[in-house]
C-alpha cells in the first residue's frame, strides 16, 4: 500500500512506524511546512491518505483528497458538524472516506456496551448519567470526539436524554460549555473535560443512583492502539468506494 500522511505530529509519526512495520510505503509526509503540497500532482499514484491534523484544517484536507480521487481515512476531532458535507462529497463522486473518533478497538467495544447499557437504563430508574474524558494538554478541542460519541450513543438508546454539554473548567474552545456543573439541564448528558499531563485518553460513563455507582472505563496506555487501528481502517478502505466507519471494520472482523 502506497500511503501519504498528512499531519506529521504524536498521530503521523506513529503511524508512520506502523506503516513501516507492516511492510507499506509512507510515500508522501505532509505537515505544516509543506500543507501547500497537498494537490493532485503529489498525490498521484496514493493508495489511501492517513489525515491527522487540527480542526481548523481537516475538512480542506480531506475535501482535496476527495476531489483528487484519493481514498482517506481521518481521525481528526473538532470539526465533524461538516463531516457530512464531505460524506455527502465522497458518495457523489464515487470516492472512499473512513472516519472514526476513535480507532483503538477496545474504546469500540466500549461504544457498543455504551449504547447497550443506555438502552437498559430505560427500565430502571433512579440513575443518573455522565461522562469524564482526561487527555494531554496540548490536546486543542473539548470535548474530545470519543465523549461526543459516547454521548450520542446515549442521546440515541435512552429516552430521558436528547443532547450534551461540556463541563471544561480552564480550557479554551470548549463546544457547548457551561459554566458550572450544576447548569446542566435535566436532559443532557455532561461531558466533563480534563486536560492533564502527557495522558492519550481516559474515558469514563458514570451511572449514579442514591445508592450505587455503576462505570464503564476505558484508559489508552499508548497511541500505538490508535495508530494501527488507523492502518487497519486503510488496508480495509483501500480499493473500495463508499463512506465507512468502525463499525463496518468490526463487522468484517467477526
Ligand atoms: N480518531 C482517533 O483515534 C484519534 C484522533 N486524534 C485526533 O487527531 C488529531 C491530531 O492529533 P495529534 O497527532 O495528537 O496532534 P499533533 O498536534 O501532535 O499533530 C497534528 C499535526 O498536524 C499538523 N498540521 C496542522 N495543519 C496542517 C495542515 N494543514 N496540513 C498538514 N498538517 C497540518 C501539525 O503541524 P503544526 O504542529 O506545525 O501545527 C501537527 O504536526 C487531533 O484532532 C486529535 O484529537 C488523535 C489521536 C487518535
Ligand atoms: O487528541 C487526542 O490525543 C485524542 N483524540 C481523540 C478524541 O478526541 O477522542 C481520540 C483519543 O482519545 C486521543
Redesign the pocket.
Known amino acids: 500500500m502506497k500511503a501519504a500522511i498528512?499531519?506529521?505530529?504524536?498521530?503521523?509519526r506513529e503511524i508512520e512506524r506502523i506503516l513501516h512495520e507492516r511492510g507499506h510505503e509512507a510515500a508522501l509526509v505532509?505537515?505544516?511546512e509543506n500543507?501547500a503540497e497537498?494537490d493532485a500532482e503529489h498525490l498521484r499514484g496514493i493508495d489511501v491518505a492517513l489525515e491527522?491534523?487540527?480542526?481548523?484544517?481537516?475538512y480542506?484536507?480531506i475535501r482535496t483528497c476527495i476531489e483528487c480521487g484519493v481514498a482517506v481515512v481521518s481521525?481528526?476531532?473538532?470539526w465533524t458538524d461538516r463531516l457530512p458535507e464531505l460524506q455527502a462529497l465522497c458518495r457523489e463522486r464515487g470516492g472512499a472516506l473512513f472516519y472514526?473518533?476513535?480507532?483503538?478497538l477496545g474504546v469500540n467495544l466500549m461504544f457498543r456496551l455504551n449504547r447497550c447499557l443506555a438502552e437498559m437504563m430505560n427500565r430502571v430508574g433512579g440513575y443518573d448519567v455522565r461522562i469524564g474524558e482526561v487527555h494531554h494538554t496540548?490536546?486543542?478541542?473539548a470535548p474530545?470526539?470519543t465523549a461526543i460519541t459516547l454521548a450520542e450513543g446515549i442521546v440515541e438508546n435512552l429516552d430521558a436524554k436528547r443532547g450534551w454539554v461540556n463541563y471544561a473548567p480552564g480550557i479554551a474552545h470548549a463546544a457547548n460549555r457551561v459554566e458550572r456543573s450544576e447548569e446542566t439541564p435535566a436532559d443532557c448528558v455532561e461531558i466533563r473535560s480534563v486536560r492533564e499531563g502527557e495522558v492519550p485518553g481516559v474515558h469514563t460513563v458514570t451511572y449514579e443512583s442514591a445508592d450505587d455507582v455503576l462505570e464503564i472505563r476505558h484508559t489508552i496506555r499508548n497511541?500505538r492502539t490508535?495508530a494501527a487501528?488507523?492502518v487497519t481502517a486503510a488496508e480495509f478502505l483501500c480499493g473500495k468506494r463508499g463512506v465507512f466507519g468502525m463499525d463496518d471494520l468490526l463487522q468484517q472482523s467477526k
Open positions: 498528512i499531519g506529521y505530529g504524536k498521530m503521523g505532509i505537515d505544516t500543507a497537498l491527522f491534523t487540527t480542526p481548523a484544517t481537516a480542506r484536507n481521525g481528526t476531532t473538532g472514526a473518533s476513535n480507532y483503538c496540548q490536546k486543542k478541542d474530545s470526539g497511541r490508535l487501528g488507523a
